[in-house]
């Protein structure tokens, strides 16, 4: 398989096993950002590892997809992530006011803030690992 075609089928990977991971199991989860494993994580740690395995791991290739994959799944795990604990006090908080104050007002917001978005360090591990060993896998046996 191609670069690419190893890192979207590591994508599809964590994403259909995300439909067994979050609880209710639903297939909607196919298609949500978050969750367990990190399907940013898988897709670029496998393009990292085809990379390093096709061209070298000390190419200036690999360098670049190193550096990449380093800053999506930091972003995964940091910015991502707070923005989902963020959304989840802020629909508590409308909840509240919706509750107490504002009973015959209009409704603050339409629907919940999405809270499920970023991953925690062991989504992201796991996410990393998954693609580690498609792409091996790929690299060995395919």
Not at 29 to 46: Q, W
Not at 71 to 85: E, F, K, L, N
Request: aromatic share 14%; hydrophobic share 50%; net charge neutral.
């Amino acid at each position: 398989m191609s670069l690419l075609e190893v890192s979207l089928f590591s994508l599809f990977a964590a994403q259909f096993l995300k439909i067994f991971f979050i609880r209710p199991m639903n297939f909607y989860t196919f298609f949500t950002s978050g969750g367990m494993p990190s399907s940013h994580s898988s897709f670029v740690s496998s393009l990292a590892i085809t990379v390093g395995l096709k061209y070298g791991f000390s190419s200036d290739l690999f360098a670049i997809v190193t550096v990449f994959s380093l800053i999506v799944t930091y972003d995964a795990s940091g910015v991502r992530r707070a923005v989902g604990q963020q959304a989840n006090v802020l629909n508590n908080l409308i909840k509240h006011l919706e509750d107490k104050s504002f009973a015959n007002d209009k409704q603050l917001i339409k629907e919940d803030l999405k809270e499920l978005i970023g991953h925690t360090p062991f989504e992201v591990f796991a996410g990393v690992l998954l693609g580690a060993i498609i792409a091996l896998v790929n690299w060995y046996y395919i």
